[in-house]
């Protein structure tokens, strides 16, 4: 909804980070992320369905505060309508922005935090690379919960193009997503590599004539994929971006360009301020064409997991290549190897994570469920 978007322009203004609660996950995943990230404040929506609130309501740490953007908005009918001031607010690039939680190995979400100073290099540098103007439309589809959102708000406010904000449920909904970029006339938008393939095999995306750029992520995306995407859409840009949440969205980029892309499609080369290391498991860099686990290293790392000492001490470690004081790298646990031109192949995981339909699933954790729920014991 507008309010929400209105809500987290509120929260990083104020000073505040924001923590996005989904409504349609399960009230287990929000009583424990409302316990571990205890918020001051929860932002609400009359639209909430009874059973969350009340779920909310009986996980609010003391202290907290809910506010319904609709219901309380006499809270702030007298105050100045001008930004607060950034003085007083004592703002710096290294305060957090947004905590997103993933998956985590041991069943319980992991809150991934970020700060300031990794997504607005993040914005700055996709500003750069495709160029929004006052004359683009940007879909904004994807759930909040998942950092691909960051994007689709900010950048597109922050260069003055259009937001056009899908109903809930809508990027499921093949003839809703054409009927909404044809009605908008809209420019931009995202899809994980999944849900761009069934897109593409609708009846009328070749209809889809306002569209200038697809960005596509959190998935590998197969060369099938975008040489169909190249043969429905001539008209149109295919981009492939990889990141983790860990490191504010997307970290490397490959423009899928030309007549003859090959069937892995590589994650391309690093953005602004980022390092990308492929390492054997003795932490050296290995030679071009062998693989290693990738390492993000530069601004865009993340500070870390919240109240999660251990696994952010694993996870995020020292940068030994980097000459600034206390620089971090993130393991992120994938696998890739650079290719003879300099740009990064994907090969996989390391463990046992996979991903479906953007959504991080570790296996190790279903069959600890599994295990628990049949009463079995080692």
């Known amino acids: 909804s507008i309010e929400m978007v209105v809500g987290l322009l509120a ?6 980070a924001y923590v996005p609660l989904d409504p349609a996950y399960p009230t287990e995943r929000l009583a424990y992320m409302l316990e571990d990230s205890a918020p001051v404040i929860v932002l609400a929506h009359r639209q909430l369905k009874e059973s969350v609130r009340t779920c909310i309501t009986a996980g609010l740490p003391d202290g907290s505060t809910l506010i ?8 702030w ?15 710096t690039p290294s305060h957090l922005a947004y905590v997103i939680y993933t998956s985590g190995s041991t069943g319980n979400p992991k809150g991934a935090m970020n700060e300031h100073r990794g997504v607005v290099n993040r914005l700055q540098w996709m500003q750069a690379a495709y160029g929004l103007t006052a004359h683009d439309a940007v879909l904004q589809k994807t759930p909040f919960s998942f950092d691909v959102s960051v994007w689709e708000f900010f950048w597109t406010l922050l260069y003055g193009a259009r937001l056009v ?5 809508g990027h499921k909904d093949t003839d809703y997503l054409t009927s909404v970029i044809r009605q908008h006339h809209i420019t931009t938008l995202h899809f994980v590599p999944s849900m761009l393939q069934v897109f ?23 060369g099938f994929l975008a040489r169909r995407f190249q043969e429905l859409l001539p008209h149109a840009e295919l981009h492939n971006l990889y990141g983790p949440t860990e490191a504010a969205v997307d970290v490397t980029y490959w423009p899928c ?23 054997d498991p003795e932490g050296r860099p290995v030679p071009i ?29 020292p940068d030994p290549f ?14 890739a190897r650079y290719l003879p031109d300099g740009d990064i192949e994907f090969l996989g995981r390391n463990d046992f994570q996979v991903k479906i339909r953007g959504f991080r699933i570790e296996l190790g954790e279903i069959e600890a469920r599994l295990v628990e729920h049949a009463g079995v014991r080692e």
């Open 11 to 16: 929260i990083l203004k104020a000073g505040g």
């Open 77 to 91: 009918e007298n105050e100045p309508q001008g930004n607060p001031d950034l003085a007083g607010i004592r703002l």
């Open 165 to 169: 904000m899908a109903r809930p449920e």
């Open 322 to 335: 980097s000459n600034e004081p206390g620089a971090r790298m993130y393991k992120t646990g994938d696998l």
């Open 68 to 75: 319904d953007l609709d219901a309380d908005a006499w809270r």
């Open 257 to 279: 360009t030309g007549e003859a892309l090959p069937d892995n499609i590589p994650i391309g080369r690093p953005v602004w301020n980022t390092q990308i290391y492929i390492l």
């Open 200 to 222: 593409l095999a609708h009846e009328e995306v070749g209809t889809c004539l306002s569209v200038v750029r697809v960005i596509c992520s959190g998935e590998a995306l197969p």
């Open 289 to 317: 064409g062998v693989a290693g686990e990738l390492h993000i290293g530069g601004v865009q790392v993340g500070r870390g997991y919240l109240n999660r000492p251990e696994l952010t001490a694993e996870k995020f470690v």
